[in-house]
């Protein structure tokens, strides 16, 4: 048994040059992002002569520029993103992208079936230990948006629409 990733995660992929971006950020970060929206940007779409880096910024997402600005405002109000559109347009990556470059952690996650209940969404139980010392916060198994809730970083959802009601 190896213990090698299929992928990593965009974070892991892309840290030295996440590092170096936050090294050389200096601009004005909404509360608990790591990078400024600006830089937040030039992560996702690269970066050209005319921003002033000392190095380039390689693209990553390839799409509608727009829409990458658009997400970054709204996750920088503070309110949730909901990306939509047709299979293979890049919902996901572009999502991975954002969360890992706000709060390096793009990996709190819950993949939507037609068997996600919602204990996957809240929490579930060690049903061992609340048997023997009875319902706790040690007891308590938090999902991936938990968590990201409580660290006030990004949690996402992936394929919503394929969750029951």
């Given at each position: 048994?190896?213990?090698?990733m299929?992928?990593?995660p965009?974070?892991?992929?892309?840290?030295?040059?996440?590092d170096?971006?936050?090294?050389?950020?200096?601009?004005?970060?909404?509360?608990?992002?790591?990078?400024?929206?600006?830089?937040?940007?030039?992560?996702?779409?690269?970066?050209?002569?005319?921003?002033?880096?000392?190095?380039?910024?390689?693209?990553?997402w390839?799409?509608?520029?727009?829409?990458?600005?658009?997400?970054?405002?709204?996750?920088?109000?503070?309110?949730?993103?909901?990306?939509?559109?047709d299979?293979?347009?890049?919902?996901?990556w572009?999502?991975?992208?954002?969360?890992?470059?706000?709060?390096?952690?793009?990996?709190?996650?819950?993949?939507?079936?037609?068997?996600?209940?919602?204990?996957?969404?809240?929490?579930?139980?060690?049903?061992?230990?609340?048997?023997?010392?009875?319902?706790?916060?040690?007891?308590?198994?938090?999902?991936?948006?938990?968590?990201?809730?409580?660290?006030?970083?990004?949690?996402?959802?992936?394929?919503?629409?394929?969750?029951?009601?």
């Amino acid at each position: 048994m190896t213990n090698e990733m299929l992928r990593a995660p965009a974070e892991v992929k892309y840290a030295e040059e996440l590092d170096w971006l936050e090294s050389v950020d200096d601009g004005p970060k909404p509360f608990s992002w790591r990078l400024s929206p600006r830089m937040v940007r030039l992560f996702v779409l690269g970066s050209e002569r005319s921003d002033g880096l000392e190095r380039e910024i390689s693209q990553k997402w390839f799409g509608e520029r727009s829409l990458v600005e658009r997400s970054i405002v709204t996750l920088a109000s503070d309110r949730g993103l909901l990306l939509i559109g047709d299979p293979g347009t890049g919902k996901s990556w572009l999502a991975e992208l954002l969360a890992a470059a706000i709060c390096r952690n793009s990996t709190l996650g819950v993949q939507g079936t037609a068997g996600t209940t919602e204990d996957h969404i809240k929490y579930s139980w060690n049903v061992s230990m609340v048997i023997a010392k009875g319902q706790s916060r040690e007891s308590m198994i938090p999902s991936p948006i938990m968590t990201a809730m409580e660290r006030g970083v990004i949690g996402r959802f992936e394929e919503l629409t394929r969750s029951t009601s």
